[in-house]
């Protein structure tokens, strides 16, 4: 089955200091990608996903870059903000489906003022 | 629009005794409904899944039971819990098909002792 590798486990950067987290997977054949935001004693909520149609997808101060060939994924955060500190989770399916979507072990995020 | 509620947050039981948690989603109708185990430092696992009333199905073999005697009820059981089943639980919704976003309970936390 799928294997989503996440790293780092824990991440601290300055305010407005950019953020990147990022994930490997196994299965060549895993096309949809979400990452979801985690704040403290919430579930997770989605904050950006890409299909593996295409190599880069921005929100804002938030973006994903897929890497088919190698098989990664990255988030970006530029000009982090308090308010995003959190746990991150990626997570990679085939077709999206929840039945197959593995999620990755997480990253806390750390934006110290 | 939609909300979903899960209930209790927070539960503390010896081992051996039983577990019911539940969810309810409200605002859509015939959603596809997930109960998700989340351990600490690792990413969420897909305990069980439901398409429809009486619809279940198990992930992983454990000492859990789920049902689902409503629509937009899905319900989470023991018998007798182990020290292993304590965690965060989430419960999550999608509409329609088996794809698109997860939108994720606030969770319940269970401390077995």
């Known amino acids: 089955g799928e294997n989503v590798e996440q790293h780092p486990s824990t991440l601290s950067v300055q305010e407005g200091d950019s953020a990147v987290i990022k994930c490997t997977y196994s299965?060549?054949?895993?096309?949809?990608f979400p990452w979801y935001k985690q704040e403290l004693g919430k579930g997770p909520q989605l904050i950006i996903d890409?299909?593996?149609?295409?190599g880069e997808k921005k929100d804002q101060r938030i973006a994903v870059t897929l890497n088919k060939t190698a098989k990664h994924f990255s988030l970006h955060i530029t000009e982090t903000q308090p308010e995003d500190s959190a746990v991150y989770f990626c997570?990679?399916?085939?077709?999206?489906?929840?039945?197959?979507?593995?999620f990755g072990s997480g990253t806390q995020l750390t934006v110290l003022p | 629009s939609q909300t979903i509620h899960q209930w209790p947050a927070t539960l503390v039981q010896p081992v051996g005794s039983p577990l019911s948690l539940e969810c309810t989603v409200e605002?859509?109708?015939?959603?596809?409904l997930y109960w998700y185990r989340q351990a600490a430092g690792r990413g969420l696992q897909l305990l069980f899944y439901?398409?429809?009333?009486?619809?279940i199905s198990s992930e992983v073999p454990q000492n859990l039971s789920a049902s689902r005697p409503q629509d937009r009820q899905f319900i989470l059981s023991s018998k007798k819990l182990l020290l292993s089943d304590s965690g965060f639980y989430l419960c999550?919704?999608?509409?329609?098909?088996?794809?698109?976003?997860?939108?994720f309970g606030e969770g319940s936390r269970l401390t077995v002792l």
């Open positions: 890409i299909r593996s149609n295409v």
């Open positions: 299965d060549s054949a895993s096309n949809y």
């Open positions: 439901s398409i429809g009333i009486d619809q």
């Open positions: 997570a990679a399916s085939i077709g999206g489906s929840a039945r197959q979507l593995t």
């Open positions: 605002g859509t109708s015939n959603p596809n």
């Open positions: 999550a919704w999608r509409r329609g098909r088996d794809t698109g976003e997860l939108f």
